[in-house]
C-alpha cells in the first residue's frame, strides 16, 4: 500500500472525481479502477504528447519504456509510503523538471492555468523527486497543444505532505475508513444489506420526518412543472420550436430512431444460448422513505 500522486487530490478532498473514502478503497486494494475511454486515450495518446513536448522545448525526457510497467517511479527520501509514477523526467543541460501528460477535451478547466487538483498532483511528484519545476503537457481536444510552468511551492508541499502523513495514520495503517462525503460514499461504504432492524435515535426520527415533508413539497412542485409541460406542448403540437420574443425558448425535437436488441425474443427462441451469456450482478441497495 502507498500514496501516490493520483491519489492526492482525492484525499484532500479537491478532486471532482473522487473522494477521501474513494481513495482509502483504492490504496488499500479494497476496489480496483475501472477504465474507461478517457483512460484508453490517455494512454494512448501519451507517446504523441510526449513527442511533440520534445519537439516544441528541444529538452530530453526520460520515461519508463517497459510495457509491463506505469511511469518512472520514485519515492520520497523520508516517507517511504509517499510515491510518484512520473509519465517522465525533462532534462536539457541546466535542469531537470517533472514531466506530466494529460488530455483534455475542452481548455475550460484550465483557462486559470493548471487546475488545483493537477497542480497538487505535480507538487506531491516534486516532493518525491527533489526537482523544483514541472511542466504539464497538455493536449486540448485533440487538436491544441499547450505546456503550462509550475514551479515548487514548499508551503504547499508541506501541507500536502502532512495531509498524505495523517491519512496514511488515521486511515490507511489502522484500515479506519474516512467519513463520507457524498451520498455515493454511502453506497461505496455500506455496499450490502444485512437482514436487521435498527430503532431511531431522536435525531435520525426527526430526519425521516423532514425528509417526508420534503418528498411531499418535491412532489407538488413535479406536478406543477408537469401541467406547465403539458400546457406549452398543447401549444406547440406537432411543432418543434417554441420562440419568446424572437428567441428560441423551448424545443421539443423527435430524437433520431435507434436500434435494440430484443431480449425477450431471443430468450424465447435461443433459450440454451442466452442461458451461456448470463453473468451475475451484484444487487444495489435501494432507499425506500415508508
Known sequence: MRIGGSNVAGICGISPWSTP?????KITGQVKIPDNPAM???RRLEPVVRQKYQEATGRHVFFNQNPNKYGVEFQHPILPFIVGSLDGISENHQ???????KTARTRDAWL?????????????YMACTGLNMADVAVLFGASEFDIFEVARDDELISILLKIEVDFWNKHVVPMVPPDCTTPEDRNTRWPRSIQRAVEADGNTARLCSDLKAIKVEIAAIEANKAALESAIKDFLQDNDTLMVSGKPA????QAKDS???DKD????????????YL????????FLLK
Not at 423551448?250 to 425535437?253: A, I, N, Q, R
Not at 431471443?266 to 442466452?274: A, I, N, Q, R, S
Open 250 to 253: 423551448v424545443t421539443w425535437k
Open 112 to 124: 486559470d492555468g493548471v487546475p488545483e487538483y493537477y497542480a497538487c498532483q505535480v507538487q506531491h
Open 279 to 286: 453473468t451475475t450482478r451484484t444487487g444495489s441497495r435501494r
Open 21 to 25: 473514502l474513494d481513495e482509502f478503497m
Open 40 to 42: 484508453e486515450w490517455g
Open 95 to 101: 535542469e531537470s523538471r517533472v514531466l506530466e501528460i
Open 265 to 276: 425474443a431471443f430468450m424465447k427462441e435461443h433459450p440454451d444460448l442466452y442461458k451461456n
Open 259 to 261: 436500434q435494440g436488441f
